[in-house]
């Protein structure tokens, strides 16, 4: 395989359009740590590693992952990716909090939740976002 900076070289070369080499770029960060991928046991550690892949990297990434890795990266694409929690911004904003960089704490920890199953349904949601609210309004 080229080393990075030999296929950014040849990249700027070629002209390759930004898009590509942003996928390209994802693609070399994340298949440098595909052997840690398949130690993850937490679906808040799948989507913190792949997050930033789109669906051509996460492609590129189930074909050169070894074998332990590939159904992480499937269960991430087919299943993970698509979990979020029903609060957003506007639910937030209606309970009387003022928009701050803190509301995105507040929903990524809430995502986590979802994510490593702390939290299974919307009571339990609720019960965390007023736990997370309270710890943002003290």
């Known amino acids: 395989p080229l080393k990075w900076d030999n296929t950014m070289a040849l990249c700027n070369r070629l002209h390759v359009q930004r898009r590509t080499l942003s996928m390209l770029e994802t693609t070399h960060r994340l298949a ?14 799948i989507v913190q590693a792949l997050e930033s892949a789109d669906d051509e990297v996460l492609a590129a990434l189930w074909a050169a992952a070894p074998q332990a890795a590939r159904p992480i990266i499937k269960e991430y694409a087919a299943r993970l990716r698509h979990i979020h929690p029903a609060t957003n911004g506007t639910t937030l904003r209606n309970l009387g909090l003022k928009p701050v960089p803190r509301f995105g704490r507040i929903l990524y920890n809430l995502r986590m939740a979802w994510l490593d199953g702390t939290v299974i349904d919307q009571d339990q949601e609720q019960a965390l976002l007023a736990k997370l609210i309270s710890e943002v309004t003290q």
């Open 32 to 45: 440098a740590d595909l052997e840690s991928l398949a130690k993850c046991e937490r679906g808040s550690q």
